[in-house]
């Protein structure tokens, strides 16, 4: 070991893979709302449904950590203001309120959300992997905002047809 990937080109490539954008909302010490934006969200398991975010050392990090809980907010493709205000960029003037739901706070507006318990905490290097177990989701329909070569955009790509994919095993995702 010793040697690891160039980091321009690391970001470069991993920009390849196409994500959705979220913010992860959480409770401070006084009880206030506050989130960040994060595309770093995964899902773990199905049963029992569980997800995770990467989140780095800050603010929103250190509520997580202290609290124990957050909600993964999935953005509508036209919330790229969002984005930008939960990533600490132009503060928008009226901030959208994070709205208390069944014990969490989370963003009315977003087309998915999932209520998180964190089970378990793992730090690497500068960030913390939040695994947390789903309480509750819900979500409707929407264009999502989505993220690909380091650019925001609207939406998703043509859809493949059936015919035209690989025959896939039914697992439970696809089927
Ligand atoms: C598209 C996009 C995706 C991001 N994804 C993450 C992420 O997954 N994890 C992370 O720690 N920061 C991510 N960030 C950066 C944070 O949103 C930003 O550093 C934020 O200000 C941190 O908030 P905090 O000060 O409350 O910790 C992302 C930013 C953008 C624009």
Known sequence: MGHVAEPAGFRAAASRFATGITVVATVDEDG?????TANSFTTVSADPPTVLVSLMHGRTWQAVARSGVYSVNVLHAEDAALCAHFAGR???????PLVPRQGFFVLPQAIAQFACEVVQSI?????????????????NEGTPLTFYASRLRRGVGMEISSTESVAYPGDGWWT
Request: with cysteine; proline share 10%; aromatic share 6%.
């Open 32 to 36: 206030a709302p506050l989130g960040m």
């Open 123 to 139: 730090d690497i290097a500068d960030h913390t992997l939040f695994i947390g177990e789903v309480r509750w989701c819900r979500h």
């Open 90 to 96: 132009p503060l928008l003037r009226d901030a959208p």
